[in-house]
């Protein structure tokens, strides 16, 4: 399988600073009946600092992104249709996709709403082009 795109995601719930990606494996598994979380990453504030979750192996297809098998899926925990992206984790999630597009050569990054246009995803306070563009600086 090659990898072509990065999709970004926001789990639309509070982050608080306890472990919510078992509580979305656990929907996806067991309500939607995935055999897995449907994402391959997860950005969520652990105790005090952003962490780095892993789902889905990458050699995994993900189930984020309807008819969209050939992309990475990574999740920003908290619902930035109210929040704005903390800072922190705005600046972590730039390091993983600046990290993944130069492993996989991978250049092209879309928010979910670009796919799914009745959905906000990953949020409307979730500045998708600015994001593509603080990731073109150093």
């Known amino acids: 399988m090659i990898l072509n795109q990065i999709i970004l995601h926001h789990s639309l719930t509070k982050d608080s600073k ?15 009946k995935f055999n897995d ?13 952003y962490e780095i979750l892993m789902g889905r192996m990458l050699d995994q297809v993900g189930a984020h992104t309807k008819n ?11 619902n930035f249709d ?5 800072m922190p984790q705005w600046r972590l999630g730039i390091k993983l996709v600046r990290s993944l597009m130069s492993v996989l050569n991978i250049s092209i990054v879309k928010g979910h709403r670009e796919y799914a246009g009745y ?9 998708v ?7 073109l600086g150093g």
């Not at 969209?68 to 908290?78: A, R, V």
């Not at 109210?82 to 903390?86: K, L, Q, T």
């Open 119 to 127: 959905k906000s995803c990953p949020g409307n306070r979730f500045n």
């Open 82 to 86: 109210i929040d704005d992206v903390p």
């Open 37 to 49: 979380i449907g994402y391959h990453f997860g950005i969520e504030l652990i105790n005090s600092r």
């Open 68 to 78: 969209h098998n050939d992309t990475i899926g990574i999740c920003f925990m908290g």
């Open 129 to 135: 082009d600015q994001f593509r563009n603080d990731l």
């Open 18 to 32: 306890t472990v919510s990606w078992d509580a979305i494996r656990n929907y996806h598994v067991n309500t939607l």
